[in-house]
């Protein structure tokens, strides 16, 4: 399963004229383009952040996302979704709103110039129409009352998060997913008895059990060919999930949750403690909401010894840390050992004029004369004399 995405931002227009060639603005055309480079898919996720625009590239939108055969569209709302831009919101099967997101709804509005009466009462007569079918969106995808959305929109009503989803226009609220880490409480003691140690509480060292035993199966699978992910199967405190993430790999609010045993079957709508310290609400097969998993953990008197986990985990680091201190131990020793024999090596070669050599390049010193010769290391007592005594001639 692949998910496209596409960016709805800007007033929607039919041509960049319309939005004096400032970027960002939406058409009709830039997001089938979008679209089309990304086939083939399955679903498609459109990210809207418009202040709304023209109503007719608003509906076209509309019925080109909707005219997507095979395809599960999801919206998500942003900043703000407003005006026209709040039916294409309403194109989605998923329909998810940010938490600080705003949408206005209103009637539709224009004006026409220098017309007879002919002409202004066709033109009141097409926004009528156009009025009505607004509405009528409203009423068959969020499920709204007709005589409500007309009030709505008749006073320009401006609509949180909360109250989108009241009202049916959004299905979910996006809830960001947050770590949580916590320490086991010390308990206090009389001072005539020995401290003991302090110990990880069962519950944080379970989920570092779970994280080493991911972490094995990672290496595990290094070098093995990657499939693309499409399902994810987690153990919940109701029993095992299958979660549809598409081509990712962590879970999100839009997800589809199932059964493996029935996966026809629907899931209960409730909510599911996942062993990731999250807690997932699902409604109509549906995640609607992630949150960190609210846990209360007590003192525990067990030790590493009497946890079998514990205990290979803390032997797995132990022999780690055995073998790099017996590697640095190694290399260190031969080091010694190399920079004692070298040095020996000088002290021989200086001492006896011997031909051993010691360094392949040249240095230069100091000689009894007070001048400065350059000498290779390398050669023997007798060639030293030697070209000495060539260097003395030529002086």
């Given amino acids: ?19 004096d060639g400032v970027w960002p603005y939406t058409t009709l055309e830039d ?4 679209l089309e480079w990304q086939k083939p898919f399955t679903g498609v996720r459109a990210v809207i952040n ?19 055969p095979g395809v599960t569209i999801t919206t998500e709302a942003i900043g703000q979704c407003s005006s026209i ?30 017309a007879n009466a002919a002409t202004a009462q066709a033109w009141a007569e097409d926004m009528a129409r156009a009025q009505e079918q607004l509405i009528g969106l409203y009423v068959e995808r969020a499920g709204m009352d007709a005589t409500t959305t007309a009030e709505l929109m008749s006073k320009e009503t401006v609509l949180t998060a909360e109250e ?13 997913a947050t770590a949580l880490a916590t320490l086991a409480p010390k308990m206090a003691q009389a001072p005539s008895q020995p401290q003991s140690p ?22 595990t699978a290094l070098g093995s060919t990657r499939t693309a992910t499409t399902a994810l199967e ?25 059964a493996p045993d029935s996966p026809n079957d629907p899931v209960a709508d409730a909510a ?42 803390l032997e797995a680091i132990q022999g780690l840390a055995d073998v790099v201190k017996g590697h640095g131990e190694s290399i260190t020793a031969m080091q010694r050992k190399q920079a004692t024999t070298a040095q020996r090596i000088v002290q021989v070669a200086a001492a006896t004029g011997s031909a051993g050599v010691v360094e392949v390049d040249d240095v230069t010193t100091t000689s009894q004369q007070g001048k400065t010769a350059e000498v290779k290391t390398g050669q023997s007592a007798a060639d030293r004399r030697a070209d000495r005594q060539k260097q003395n001639r030529k002086l």
């Fill in 198 to 219: 302090e110990v990880p509480a069962s519950s944080v060292m379970s989920k570092l059990a779970t994280m080493a035993t991911a972490l094995l199966a990672t290496i």
């Fill in 164 to 176: 989108m989803l009241s009202y049916g226009i959004a299905t979910a609220i996006v809830q960001p």
């Fill in 85 to 114: 831009a709040n039916a294409v919101f309403l194109a989605g099967s998923v329909r998810l709103v940010h938490p600080h997101a705003e949408s206005l709804i209103h009637l539709p509005a224009g004006g026409i110039k220098n």
């Fill in 50 to 68: 418009s202040p709304g625009g023209r109503l007719d590239k608003g509906l076209g939108i509309y019925d080109y996302l909707r005219s997507l």
């Fill in 272 to 313: 599911y403690v996942l062993p990731d310290g999250n807690t997932i609400t699902v409604a109509a097969e549906l995640i609607t909401e992630i949150v960190p998993t609210e846990t209360t953990t007590t003192a525990t008197t067990a030790s590493a010894d009497g946890d079998p986990v514990q205990r290979q985990i």
């Fill in 234 to 258: 987690v153990e919940s405190d109701k029993g095992l999930l299958v979660i549809d993430t598409g081509d990712r790999d962590t879970y999100q609010v839009g997800d589809k949750v199932t």
């Fill in 31 to 34: 997001v089938i383009s979008q």
């Fill in 1 to 19: 399963m692949s998910e496209a995405k596409v960016l709805i931002c800007g007033p929607i227009v039919a041509t960049a004229e319309e939005a």
